[in-house]
């Protein structure tokens, strides 16, 4: 999670700061040899430094770019996640499909604790099952790859900053996605099942027939 990766950002901090000290109070007592290798642990330390900074803010980006979104589409149906040098041609792509039942609450509500904690669940149980079906296994591509996001929604909403139209988006028809379907409950709002949140109809569909529906309106 990204709670984790920000502890994790933090230790490699510390442990760099920690080198530093030691180095420098030791300085002189050190062999040319135990100086090599605590400047090579310094160096991988800084180096896991960039590389976890670079991921926490990727994340938090995509985070915040899907957030975006929820807040201004009420109803999201798709969203789309490829992996590769280019969204029209990628080498994975990974769709996870709403399905509302009921009336679905307008506008933007702080959600409860119980809510959250269903939604961790939910995004365990979409990791597992994308997983246990092979994603994220490492192939023969070497090229370029890059994570784009793409969320289908009507053509008549005002986009957010930072999402372009793509009208009637289709990818390769090479490319056999990885798909989840997702169903939600709402209940009133006068009702206890109102706390209902994506419950347990989730399938996993591996079938490549009519992967690249046409008239996606996608952002």
């Known amino acids: 999670t990204l709670q984790q990766l920000e502890t994790e950002f933090k230790n490699l901090k510390l442990e760099q700061e920690r080198i530093v000290c030691e180095s420098t109070e030791t300085e002189t007592q050190f062999k040319m040899a135990s100086q090599r290798k605590l400047i090579g642990k310094l160096r991988e330390t800084k180096r896991g430094i960039k590389k976890s900074e670079k991921l926490i803010t990727t994340i938090s980006n995509l985070l915040l770019a899907v957030q975006t979104m929820v807040y201004k589409v009420p109803e999201v149906q798709i969203v789309l996640l490829a992996l590769g040098a280019s969204p029209t041609r990628p080498q994975h ?50 090229g370029p790859t890059k994570l784009f996001l793409l969320i289908k929604a009507p053509a008549s909403i005002s986009l957010p900053e930072a999402f372009l139209p793509k009208r009637d988006f289709t990818y390769s028809r090479k490319v056999n996605p990885f798909r989840v379907h997702i169903t939600s409950c709402y209940g009133n709002e006068e009702d206890d099942r109102s706390n209902q949140f994506y419950q347990a109809d989730m399938t996993i569909d591996m079938d490549s027939q009519n992967a690249n529906p046409h008239s996606n309106d996608i952002i």
Do not use: M, T, W
């Open 93 to 142: 792509v990974y769709e996870i499909h709403f399905a509302n039942k009921g009336s679905v609450p307008l506008g933007v509500q702080k959600p409860s604790a119980g809510k959250k904690a269903r939604a961790d669940v939910l995004s365990k149980k979409i990791i597992r099952a994308l997983i246990s079906n092979g994603a994220g296994c490492a192939g023969s591509y070497s």
